[in-house]
């Protein structure tokens, strides 16, 4: 398992477009977690999946935000009619129920959204 | 977030101990965690705490917890430029709270 995969790892749109970014979690977690992240901050929580029961969303992912986790595996996040102030990086995470919360959580990358 | 505080900058000369200090609101966090971000990297966790302990030694880390002031350090002995990156705070309910992180930078 190469870790939680994030796609694209950048994407510059123009305002107005909508945006889906994938999340491929380590196989083995049933809990999937997407993070925003802006510069010289920490990360903001978003939503997070336990298997594809989507179980919690911040009042910050208004109605342009959706995510999905249809089969219990990867996750989307779509943004329609993205605005400026979407500028971020998007960070998926994953974590086992099972391991336990001492083992924190595994971090993608990110996505890097540039709104123009 | 607002529930946890960093100081946001801290400078050391390699071979000098690093101290990132943090504070939190919610008492009932069972679990602190810091965790590591390099440029362009996503979020590597570098250790963990229980709430029922107030130090934890992991090699060059050391991890001390003050509950009743709700204060949470981390310490790197013998910070090597390497070292130098973001380090955030973090603490779990039920989704995880991250501080808006401490730019170490090391100094040769």
């Known amino acids: 398992d190469t870790g939680v995969s994030q796609d694209p790892r950048h994407k510059i749109t123009k305002r107005g477009q909508n945006v889906t970014f994938r999340c491929d979690p380590i196989?083995?977690?049933?809990?999937l977690y997407w993070y925003r992240q802006t510069l010289g901050q920490g990360p903001e929580f978003l939503t997070y999946?336990?298997?594809?029961?989507?179980?919690?969303k911040s009042r910050l992912l208004s109605d342009r935000f959706s995510a999905e986790r249809p089969k219990g595996s990867f996750s989307t996040l779509e943004i329609q009619r993205t605005e400026q102030g979407d500028s971020a990086m998007y960070l998926c995470?994953?974590?086992?129920?099972?391991?336990?919360?001492?083992?924190?959580?595994?971090f993608g990358s990110g996505t890097r959204l540039t709104v123009v | 977030g607002e529930d946890v505080e960093q100081s946001l900058f801290l400078s050391v000369r390699e071979g000098d101990s690093s101290v990132i200090n943090c504070t939190y609101t919610?008492?009932?966090?069972?679990?602190l965690y810091w965790y590591k971000q390099e440029p362009g990297a996503g979020l590597q966790l570098l250790t963990y705490?229980?709430?029922?302990?107030d130090m934890k030694q992991d090699q060059r880390l050391t991890v001390l917890l003050n509950k009743k002031d709700k204060h949470l350090s981390l310490r790197i002995a013998d910070t090597q430029t390497g070292d130098s990156a973001i380090y955030f705070c973090?603490?779990?309910?039920?989704?995880?709270?991250f501080g808006a992180g401490t730019r170490l930078t090391v100094k040769p």
């Open positions: 973090a603490v779990n309910n039920n989704d995880m709270r």
């Open positions: 995470a994953s974590s086992s129920s099972i391991q336990g919360a001492s083992y924190g959580y595994t």
């Open positions: 919610d008492s009932s966090s069972t679990y």
């Open positions: 999946f336990q298997n594809e029961a989507q179980l919690e």
């Open positions: 705490i229980f709430s029922n302990m």
């Open positions: 196989s083995e977690h049933n809990r």
